[in-house]
């Protein structure tokens, strides 16, 4: 069966700092992969998506950036934290070319920026 | 571009039944979903509906979709404290990768 792993749960960092938070899916092969984030009390915003290694699609212009260095892994990274970036990120993975294929949750990093 | 939305917040006594609601703007749209996160956690998939159906029953859910109107619904019968979580709904349209989520329902259920 397939699973998904983000990691940390949790973390608190100054602004500033850099970021990097991991993703990887285990139990399937050449999977979309998405970077979401959700605000306080708000609903879900897209971030990254990537259909293969090295392929990422950009949603929104900010300070945060994603790599796909290999097919079942996804980073979401930041040179430099603002205090706006502060949310729950959240990665997802669905099955490549297929549109009825839903999106399968990691249990998402909780990133406070102080 | 495409826009989902939902009314944020759906109070109910726990033995009811919640109907929440989703509209859509995509016409393309093949697929939707509703999805179900607790506390601190990510999303857990619940149900989803193909468009060319008008409904869709899963024990104590059904889903209701009114494609002229954009609309969708999730009917919980009998609804528990267990229930009590936000409730996405999303589409995916006829030519991309990428679900458009809402901005998510917090349903509360008291005793």
């Known amino acids: 069966s397939q699973t998904i792993h983000q990691w940390p749960a949790t973390l608190v960092q100054p602004v500033g700092s850099p970021l990097s938070l991991e993703c990887t899916v285990e139990?399937?092969?050449?999977?979309?992969l998405y970077w979401y984030r959700q605000a306080a009390g708000r609903g879900l915003q897209l971030l990254f998506y990537?259909?293969?290694?090295?392929?990422i699609s950009s949603e929104v212009p900010q300070n945060l950036s994603a790599s796909r260095p290999q097919d079942r892994q996804f980073i979401l990274s930041s040179k430099k934290l603002l205090l706006s970036d502060s949310g729950f990120y959240l990665c997802?993975?669905?099955?490549?070319?297929?549109?009825?294929?839903?999106?399968?949750f990691g249990n998402g990093t909780r990133l406070t920026v102080t | 571009g495409e826009d989902v939305e939902q009314s944020l917040f759906l109070s109910v006594r726990e033995g009811d039944s919640s109907v929440i609601n989703c509209t859509y703007t995509?016409?393309?749209?093949?697929?939707l979903y509703w999805y179900k996160q607790e506390p601190g956690a990510g999303l857990q998939l619940l149900t989803y509906?193909?468009?060319?159906?008008d409904m869709k029953q899963d024990q104590r859910l059904t889903v209701l979709l009114n494609k002229k109107d954009k609309h969708l619904s999730l009917r919980i019968a009998d609804t528990q404290t267990g229930d009590s979580a936000i409730y996405f709904c999303?589409?995916?349209?006829?030519?991309?990768?990428?679900?458009?989520f809402g901005t998510g329902t917090r349903l509360q259920v008291f005793p």
């Open positions: 995509d016409s393309s749209s093949t697929y």
């Open positions: 997802a993975w669905s099955v490549r070319q297929s549109y009825n294929s839903p999106l399968h």
């Open positions: 509906i193909f468009s060319n159906m």
């Open positions: 999303a589409e995916i349209g006829g030519n991309t990768d990428k679900l458009i």
């Open positions: 139990g399937t092969s050449n999977p979309n």
């Open positions: 990537s259909v293969g290694i090295g392929q």
